[in-house]
């Protein structure tokens, strides 16, 4: 019975002129998120010929590329089809190459390829890294870019484990290449031409502890709960420390499952691996948090006095004005895990030559030193022009410890997974 | 005459427009989410080329993942398997820890979010508008900021700590930690918890408590048998949601907990950065099976369990102040008063902690050099560098214009959802996937389905930049105009709409001018939600950005992450205050509350 009056009530004209005003504009809204809807879903589209580039293709504004790359739509609409006009050289990274809250080389760099050379640069900086151009060619899908700059020896590992064809060209033809240090050369099929290198090491608070000198060190009771590490599978630092124990305690067969022979360690103990370590250092209270950024967070905030990261750390900490007491490096057992970055060319490349001129002009030793002073870390060559005062804060291991390519390949993620089973085994 | 045809014209566009909106929004989500996630999932049966479950069958008998259950998996006798389960050594594995923390949390979100509502929804005071309408900042906050804020108060270190031993009280170890994770999920959850039981709790009709009463029924009573049923189905929304947020679950996990705690999305995060995408993908159908059956039980909860409601007159809220001394007075606002400061340790203090780290220098003393460096960075910043203003308008922009396309796409699955007809249980699991789906998979298929787009006649259709993300968020947001409209709209008088209809007016228009309107909360509430998700969405941005130009405020704060705290807090202070101004803005625009 209630119901017939509000029913009534509902269908009363005068309760709902009461409110026609809030419904109209209710309804309007409605009618115009139809079309907008449906006006949306073209705007967004981009339709390109497939097959061989270069044609004028590319349709909608703002809507191209879509690899990142960072200028802005438009501006430059047809320039890198022409022969005539100037070339546009499109540099993939990694974001912080080029953008980062203290220091990046990105733009000093732009700015000097391209006063010397008649091209643009343009960077491309897509969210996936390298696994973008790696998806890009599963897919079917032009690359889009002229070089790679970062790639690191998992990367190539990653590439050629999950592509049959080449994503890289061969190195070719670069002036300064003598000059890299030899025990950076980390591509057999000599793709990648190493930039720079930076080594994982652990950062301490000198106020708070005294960081041991060796692996066996931090087992110690006084060491209990001390260290804040990464999560090997998410973060490149916290993958490099563990491939550092790894390469100190052998890996006791994990990669050859059994069969073959198992990775031999630094400690010459063929009995402990690198699971046994990490037992030993989780029952010391080992803390492996996720990202670099929430290690190096925890530990700025006092969680534990030692955290793995970067050699370097005290070039961003004297630059901040901070007390260097408080950014302590230890390499342990005198090793630093080194981290060689390279740049590459891709197969499809439209610039290959133009790519190959900017890998010649990195190597150079006035950008060797800005890279490193800029990127806050290690040239690759002998010859960079650095300030006198940059090995002061920037620390170098007395033994760079690595592995290579071919150690890596097929071994690192069975090493990985065999952790975290352990690890994590809930 | 004219005006007759005109009207019928009306009608006719009236009368179509549901259909349209329900096919416009089935072609939505095909094109920015069913596609893009296919050509991921799709990996764990079709390896090189060929139909496989081998896959699944690996993974289901490994118990790394599933503990005694994969013993189960394996073939043994259940009741082995229920022995073992029972066994204080039993093993979880990931997936069942994982379904655990998120049980933990679910309960921690509803016990701190039901407080908030009761206080929101039934006492009148100063500011509270505005307090509703902040209630889902916390939501918007990047992993990152809430692990710097959760650090710094909660921290051995920390403020609670420094607090603890001025009191001379003993300190208390927080951090890293199951019991930190839950709190971490209750800041997240509990806001919405509290969202969307207010909402559901402003639209109780006042009527109904008087009939119970002037029946003779108790306050209690009156409490149990006629607002708790309304209030109920909006807690378990927001209990529901919570459970498949929380057990997909991912940085923060890390960030407070470490990885003795890792969660399946760990898992999945690491196997598709190693381009392990068989693995991947299954383990993200397990994911999305168990997420998808929670949210599909709680709706058949909700189904069966509607309420018939008829109109609201809200009822009259309560002074804080007590009107006499009596115990049924005072009791439930000294329970609110010690909630109060629970909220304010576990809400405030992390941002407040966030805050004071975005004006704290290297040396310890307070300054404005990190706000500095923003204004700088939007003077000096290169093109192809994220500067904080476009963020600021992107995000804005993207989030209104996302709310725009959720609103309408929500409200009409809400309405095809609250329907019977056979076959609705698999309109609500498809129209919820969105939420169960794990984020990464989603990221990698956006990348695939959208930015490389499909190859058909020797064309290639891709979409990406401003409009692909302001889509992609509108899919990601709709599901919570759903789960705040739909249990409103299962519990309206139905005699109300075919009156409605039976007086000629069409379908859309009964919707607009009937149902909404008795929903109106639910609607608001919804669209805050849908802005909010935008707002916070990070993954499918930064995979659809085509520069620097289409970056939002998250992708900023993670660019200015650094070795030093304060670039990031302040930008995220400047996401707090941007968004939180947001809220009130559609809290306002939509009004305190409508109905007849």
């Given at each position: 019975?209630?119901?017939?009056?509000?029913?009534?009530r509902?269908a009363?004209p005068s309760?709902r002129r009461a409110?026609?005003?809030?419904?109209?504009?209710?309804?309007?809204r409605?009618?115009s998120l139809?079309?907008?809807a449906g006006a949306l879903?073209?705007?967004?589209?981009?339709?390109?010929?497939?097959?061989?580039?270069?044609?004028d293709?590319s349709?909608?504004?703002?809507?191209?590329?879509?690899?990142?790359?960072?200028?802005?739509?438009g501006?430059?609409?047809?320039?890198?089809?022409?022969d005539e006009?100037?070339p546009?050289?499109?540099?993939?990274?990694?974001t912080?190459?080029?953008?980062?809250p203290?220091?990046?080389p990105g733009?000093?760099l732009?700015d000097e390829?391209?006063?010397?050379v008649?091209?643009?640069?343009e960077?491309?900086t897509?969210?996936?890294e390298?696994n973008?151009?790696?998806?890009?060619?599963a897919?079917?899908?032009?690359v889009?870019?002229?070089?790679?700059?970062?790639?690191?020896?998992?990367?190539l590992?990653r590439?050629d484990?999950?592509?049959?064809?080449?994503?890289?060209?061969?190195?070719?033809?670069?002036d300064?290449?003598?000059?890299?240090?030899?025990?950076?050369?980390?591509?057999?099929?000599?793709?990648a031409?190493?930039?720079?290198?930076?080594y994982?090491?652990?950062v301490?608070?000198g106020?708070?502890?005294?960081?041991p000198?060796?692996?066996?060190?931090?087992?110690?009771?006084?060491?209990?709960g001390?260290?804040?590490?990464?999560?090997?599978?998410?973060?490149?630092?916290?993958r490099?420390f563990l491939l550092?124990?790894?390469?100190?305690?052998?890996d006791?067969?994990?990669?050859?499952?059994?069969?073959g022979?198992?990775?031999?360690?630094?400690?010459?103990?063929?009995?402990y691996?690198?699971?046994?370590y990490w037992?030993?250092l989780?029952?010391?209270d080992?803390r492996?948090?996720g990202?670099?950024?929430?290690a190096?967070?925890?530990?700025?905030n006092?969680e534990a006095?030692?955290?793995v990261?970067y050699?370097t750390d005290?070039v961003?900490?004297?630059?901040a004005?901070?007390?260097?007491e408080?950014h302590?490096i230890?390499f342990?057992?005198?090793?630093g895990?080194?981290?060689?970055?390279?740049m590459?060319v891709f197969?499809?490349?439209?610039e290959?030559e133009?790519?190959?001129?900017?890998m010649s002009?990195?190597l150079?030793?006035e950008?060797?030193g800005?890279?490193?002073?800029?990127?806050?870390?290690?040239?690759?060559t002998d010859?960079a022009?650095?300030?006198?005062?940059?090995?002061?804060?920037?620390?170098?291991?007395?033994?760079p410890?690595?592995?290579?390519?071919?150690?890596?390949r097929g071994?690192?993620s069975?090493?990985?997974?065999?952790?975290e089973r352990?690890y994590?085994g809930? | 005459?004219?005006n007759?045809?005109?009207s019928?014209?009306?009608d006719?566009?009236?009368?179509r427009l549901?259909?349209?909106l329900?096919?416009?929004t089935s072609?939505?989500?095909v094109?920015a989410?069913?596609y893009p996630v296919?050509t991921?999932?799709i990996?764990?049966?079709?390896?090189?080329?060929a139909?496989?479950?081998?896959?699944f069958?690996?993974?289901?008998?490994d118990?790394?993942y599933f503990?005694?259950?994969?013993?189960?998996?394996?073939?043994?006798?259940?009741?082995a398997?229920?022995r073992?389960l029972?066994?204080?050594d039993?093993r979880?594995?990931?997936v069942?820890?994982?379904?655990?923390?998120?049980?933990?949390?679910t309960v921690?979100?509803v016990?701190?979010?039901?407080?908030?509502?009761?206080?929101l929804?039934?006492?009148e005071?100063?500011?509270?508008?505005?307090?509703?309408?902040l209630?889902?900042?916390?939501?918007?906050?990047?992993s990152?900021?809430?692990a710097?804020?959760f650090?710094?108060?909660f921290g051995?270190?920390?403020t609670?700590?420094?607090l603890?031993?001025a009191?001379?009280?003993?300190?208390?170890?927080?951090l890293?930690?199951?019991?930190a994770?839950?709190?971490a999920?209750?800041?997240?959850?509990?806001?919405l918890?509290?969202?969307?039981?207010?909402?559901?709790?402003?639209?109780?009709d006042a009527?109904?408590?008087e009939t119970?009463r002037?029946l003779?029924a108790?306050p209690?009573?009156?409490f149990?048998?006629v607002?708790?049923?309304q209030?109920?189905?909006a807690?378990?929304?927001?209990?529901?949601?919570?459970?498949?947020?929380t057990?997909?679950t991912?940085?923060?996990?890390l960030?407070l907990?470490?990885f003795e705690?890792?969660?399946?999305?760990?898992?999945?995060y690491?196997?598709?950065?190693?381009?392990?995408?068989a693995?991947?993908?299954?383990?993200?159908?397990?994911?999305?099976?168990i997420?998808?059956?929670?949210?599909?039980?709680?709706?058949?909860?909700?189904?069966?369990?509607?309420?018939?409601?008829?109109?609201?007159?809200?009822?009259?809220?309560?002074?804080?102040l007590p009107s006499?001394?009596?115990a049924?007075?005072?009791?439930?606002?000294v329970?609110?008063?010690?909630?109060v400061?629970?909220?304010?340790t576990?809400?405030?203090?992390?941002?407040?902690s966030?805050?004071?780290a975005?004006?704290?220098?290297?040396?310890?003393a307070?300054?404005?050099e990190h706000?500095?460096?923003?204004l700088?960075?939007?003077q000096?910043g290169a093109?192809?560098q994220?500067r904080?203003?476009?963020?600021?308008?992107?995000?804005l922009?993207?989030?209104?214009?996302?709310?725009l396309?959720?609103?309408?796409?929500?409200v009409?699955v809400?309405?095809?959802?609250?329907?019977?007809?056979?076959g609705r249980?698999?309109?609500d699991a498809?129209?919820m996937?969105?939420?169960?789906?794990s984020?990464?998979?989603?990221?990698l298929?956006?990348?695939?389905?959208?930015?490389?787009?499909?190859?058909v006649?020797g064309?290639?259709i891709?979409?990406?930049?401003?409009?692909?993300i302001v889509?992609?968020?509108?899919?990601a947001?709709y599901?919570?105009v759903?789960?705040?409209?739909?249990p409103?709209?299962?519990?309206?008088?139905?005699?109300?709409i075919?009156?409605a209809?039976?007086?000629?007016?069409?379908?859309a228009?009964?919707?607009?001018?009937?149902?909404?309107?008795?929903?109106w909360p639910?609607?608001?509430?919804?669209a805050?939600?849908?802005?909010?998700?935008?707002?916070?969405?990070?993954?499918?941005?930064?995979?659809?950005a085509?520069g620097?130009?289409?970056y939002?405020m998250?992708v900023?704060?993670e660019?200015?992450?650094?070795?030093?705290?304060g670039?990031?807090?302040a930008m995220?202070?400047?996401?707090?205050?941007v968004?939180?101004?947001?809220?009130v803005?559609i809290?306002?625009l939509g009004?305190?509350s409508?109905?007849l």
């Amino acid at each position: 019975m209630t119901n017939a009056t509000d029913a009534t009530r509902a269908a009363d004209p005068s309760a709902r002129r009461a409110e026609s005003g809030s419904k109209r504009s209710t309804r309007r809204r409605f009618l115009s998120l139809g079309g907008t809807a449906g006006a949306l879903a073209l705007a967004g589209c981009s339709a390109e010929r497939t097959g061989d580039d270069g044609g004028d293709g590319s349709a909608a504004d703002g809507s191209g590329g879509a690899d990142g790359s960072n200028e802005s739509a438009g501006a430059d609409d047809g320039s890198d089809g022409g022969d005539e006009e100037t070339p546009t050289l499109t540099v993939a990274t990694y974001t912080n190459f080029i953008d980062a809250p203290s220091v990046s080389p990105g733009e000093w760099l732009k700015d000097e390829f391209e006063s010397r050379v008649d091209a643009e640069l343009e960077w491309a900086t897509p969210d996936n890294e390298l696994n973008y151009y790696i998806e890009r060619a599963a897919s079917g899908v032009a690359v889009d870019a002229d070089l790679y700059v970062g790639l690191t020896t998992e990367d190539l590992v990653r590439v050629d484990d999950r592509l049959d064809g080449d994503l890289f060209a061969e190195r070719g033809d670069v002036d300064g290449f003598d000059d890299v240090r030899d025990g950076l050369l980390f591509d057999p099929f000599d793709r990648a031409v190493p930039f720079d290198t930076g080594y994982v090491s652990l950062v301490y608070d000198g106020t708070a502890a005294e960081a041991p000198e060796t692996f066996e060190g931090l087992l110690a009771d006084e060491h209990a709960g001390a260290l804040i590490a990464q999560n090997p599978g998410g973060s490149s630092t916290g993958r490099s420390f563990l491939l550092h124990t790894i390469h100190r305690f052998g890996d006791g067969g994990v990669a050859s499952d059994g069969e073959g022979e198992a990775v031999a360690g630094g400690d010459g103990d063929p009995d402990y691996d690198y699971l046994d370590y990490w037992a030993e250092l989780q029952a010391n209270d080992v803390r492996v948090l996720g990202s670099w950024e929430d290690a190096y967070t925890a530990w700025s905030n006092g969680e534990a006095p030692m955290v793995v990261s970067y050699s370097t750390d005290q070039v961003f900490a004297a630059d901040a004005g901070e007390d260097l007491e408080r950014h302590q490096i230890r390499f342990l057992n005198d090793q630093g895990y080194a981290n060689p970055e390279g740049m590459a060319v891709f197969a499809d490349a439209d610039e290959p030559e133009l790519a190959r001129e900017f890998m010649s002009f990195v190597l150079e030793p006035e950008v060797q030193g800005e890279i490193a002073q800029r990127n806050v870390a290690f040239p690759a060559t002998d010859t960079a022009t650095l300030p006198d005062d940059y090995a002061e804060l920037a620390q170098e291991p007395a033994e760079p410890v690595t592995f290579t390519y071919d150690e890596l390949r097929g071994s690192v993620s069975e090493w990985v997974d065999a952790w975290e089973r352990q690890y994590a085994g809930n | 005459m004219s005006n007759r045809r005109a009207s019928s014209l009306r009608d006719r566009i009236e009368g179509r427009l549901l259909t349209a909106l329900a096919v416009l929004t089935s072609v939505v989500l095909v094109v920015a989410f069913y596609y893009p996630v296919g050509t991921v999932l799709i990996e764990a049966v079709v390896v090189d080329g060929a139909a496989t479950l081998a896959v699944f069958a690996e993974l289901l008998r490994d118990p790394f993942y599933f503990g005694e259950l994969a013993r189960l998996f394996a073939g043994e006798s259940p009741l082995a398997v229920a022995r073992a389960l029972l066994d204080p050594d039993r093993r979880l594995g990931i997936v069942g820890f994982t379904a655990y923390q998120a049980a933990l949390s679910t309960v921690a979100s509803v016990a701190l979010g039901l407080p908030a509502a009761y206080l929101l929804a039934r006492f009148e005071f100063p500011g509270r508008r505005t307090l509703r309408s902040l209630t889902i900042v916390p939501f918007v906050l990047p992993s990152i900021m809430v692990a710097v804020g959760f650090v710094a108060t909660f921290g051995t270190n920390g403020t609670l700590n420094s607090l603890l031993s001025a009191l001379g009280l003993p300190t208390v170890d927080l951090l890293f930690s199951l019991p930190a994770i839950v709190v971490a999920h209750a800041f997240y959850n509990a806001p919405l918890v509290a969202r969307v039981t207010t909402a559901a709790w402003e639209s109780v009709d006042a009527r109904a408590v008087e009939t119970a009463r002037s029946l003779g029924a108790g306050p209690i009573r009156a409490f149990y048998d006629v607002v708790a049923p309304q209030v109920y189905p909006a807690v378990l929304t927001g209990a529901a949601l919570t459970f498949v947020f929380t057990f997909g679950t991912f940085p923060i996990v890390l960030a407070l907990g470490g990885f003795e705690l890792a969660t399946v999305e760990v898992f999945v995060y690491r196997l598709v950065r190693d381009l392990r995408y068989a693995e991947a993908a299954a383990l993200a159908i397990v994911e999305l099976v168990i997420s998808l059956g929670v949210l599909l039980a709680y709706l058949r909860y909700e189904a069966k369990n509607a309420v018939s409601a008829r109109g609201a007159r809200p009822l009259p809220r309560k002074s804080l102040l007590p009107s006499a001394p009596t115990a049924r007075e005072l009791l439930p606002r000294v329970g609110l008063a010690a909630y109060v400061v629970v909220a304010a340790t576990l809400f405030l203090a992390p941002i407040a902690s966030m805050v004071l780290a975005s004006v704290t220098g290297g040396d310890g003393a307070l300054t404005l050099e990190h706000y500095r460096f923003l204004l700088e960075r939007q003077q000096t910043g290169a093109a192809f560098q994220v500067r904080p203003w476009p963020a600021i308008r992107n995000s804005l922009a993207f989030a209104s214009a996302a709310t725009l396309i959720a609103l309408p796409m929500g409200v009409v699955v809400a309405v095809l959802t609250t329907r019977r007809y056979r076959g609705r249980t698999l309109v609500d699991a498809a129209a919820m996937a969105p939420l169960a789906v794990s984020g990464i998979v989603v990221g990698l298929g956006l990348l695939r389905g959208l930015v490389f787009g499909v190859e058909v006649a020797g064309w290639r259709i891709a979409a990406s930049g401003a409009v692909a993300i302001v889509v992609a968020h509108a899919v990601a947001g709709y599901p919570f105009v759903v789960r705040t409209v739909a249990p409103g709209l299962e519990g309206l008088d139905r005699s109300l709409i075919e009156s409605a209809r039976a007086l000629g007016a069409s379908r859309a228009r009964v919707i607009r001018d009937v149902e909404l309107p008795l929903v109106w909360p639910g609607v608001v509430a919804g669209a805050a939600f849908a802005f909010a998700i935008s707002v916070g969405e990070f993954t499918a941005t930064v995979v659809l950005a085509t520069g620097a130009d289409a970056y939002t405020m998250p992708v900023a704060i993670e660019r200015f992450i650094g070795r030093r705290l304060g670039p990031a807090t302040a930008m995220g202070v400047v996401l707090l205050v941007v968004t939180g101004l947001s809220f009130v803005v559609i809290d306002r625009l939509g009004g305190e509350s409508r109905g007849l």
